[in-house]
């Protein structure tokens, strides 16, 4: 038995089925999205979830209709995307975002491109969940935040161009990630979790390890202006020790570079053998005490040798005395 509660007198020939609140499905009594402030839809798909098609996780859910609400909610709410589950692929591929694109905690299931994307007003990604995506030569002429960002497959930031700050605090690249030819103007942050390469025991960033395919080379100026940036910039925030790593890269990337003059790679090597590009402060050491152990045998072997026994003697007594 249905029980509503009706609103007004009943009228002569009026259905009161009609009326405000007696519908058996009325708009009043279907619940609302629990992120009804950023979809503005009510609950749809899977009514235990809470959510509708935009939110709901079900990864069965109507591509079509999704396709359809995305469309509308574009038109009516802007670039706000916060939370929603992409149930297939998602491309942006050339589209431009005239205000601040919100992806907050967007889930991409199938792939996400965005390859020469502009984002005019900021792009905010902060907990996104991506598996493969691209940003080919995509343009953010605002802030950047990865913060938090998870990156289930490889991700790309090929020719991609940071106008003002790009922030990948806390990123995790679970595969492979490259920002070959990536232009950095402001500042960056690469900092805690898996955004950064461990090569040896320097942090560095997975381009320079990257395999590539026969009769290609590694794009050696690239990276190398690549970690130049990043050393700016953690220089900038005196974050002396990360910066010492992206130093080090820098200088690696030009002693490998088949295109360095002779001179200056056989340079780059003394530095680095010597000293670790005055990153290594245990090379130094050993080559100082190396240094101080060798003059030291030099000296007694080829020392000052009397001639005279005598001579000897006196020039003994008379240095102890």
């Not at 996780?57 to 396709?67: G, L, S």
């Not at 995307?81 to 199938?110: H, I």
């Not at 020790?241 to 295109?259: I, L, S, T, V």
Request: charged share 25%.
């Amino acid at each position: 038995m249905l029980v509503t509660q009706c609103g007004g007198p009943p009228n002569r020939g009026d259905n009161p089925l009609n009326r405000p609140g007696c519908a058996p499905w009325s708009e009043s009594l279907v619940p609302k999205c629990s992120l009804y402030d950023i979809c503005n839809r009510e609950v749809e798909v899977n009514r235990g979830e809470g959510l509708c098609i935009l939110h709901s996780k079900e990864q069965t859910k109507d591509e079509i209709a999704f396709a359809d609400a995305l469309e509308k909610h574009r038109k009516e709410r802007g670039d706000n995307f916060a939370y929603m589950m992409f149930p297939k692929k998602a491309d942006f591929s050339g589209a431009k975002f005239t205000e601040k694109a919100d992806f907050r905690g967007v889930g991409f299931s199938q792939g996400a491109f965005f390859s020469e994307a502009t984002f005019t007003q900021g792009a905010d990604f902060r907990g996104a969940i991506f598996t493969l995506v691209d940003f080919l030569e995509a343009t953010f002429d605002e802030g950047a935040d990865f913060s938090r960002a998870r990156f289930c497959e490889k991700a790309f930031f090929i020719n991609a161009r940071f106008v003002k700050e790009a922030i990948f605090d806390g990123t995790i690249f679970m595969e492979e990630v490259s920002f070959g030819g990536a232009t950095f103007l402001g500042k960056t942050l690469l900092a805690s979790g898996q955004t950064r390469l461990h090569i040896g025991s320097r942090i560095g960033v997975y381009d320079e390890v990257a395999p590539f395919q026969s009769g290609e080379s590694r794009p050696w100026l690239r990276i190398e202006q690549f970690y130049r940036g990043l050393k700016q910039n953690y220089e900038d925030r005196h974050d002396y020790e990360r910066a010492g790593d992206f130093h080090y890269g820098e200088k690696e990337m030009r002693r490998q570079n088949p295109q360095t003059r002779c001179s200056l790679r056989c340079l780059l090597m003394l530095y680095w053998q010597v000293s670790g590009y005055g990153e290594r402060m245990l090379r130094p050491l050993l080559w100082a005490l190396g240094l101080f152990a060798a003059c030291t045998f030099f000296y007694l072997w080829c020392g000052l040798r009397p001639a005279k026994e005598d001579y000897v003697s006196g020039l003994t007594l008379r240095n102890v005395w």
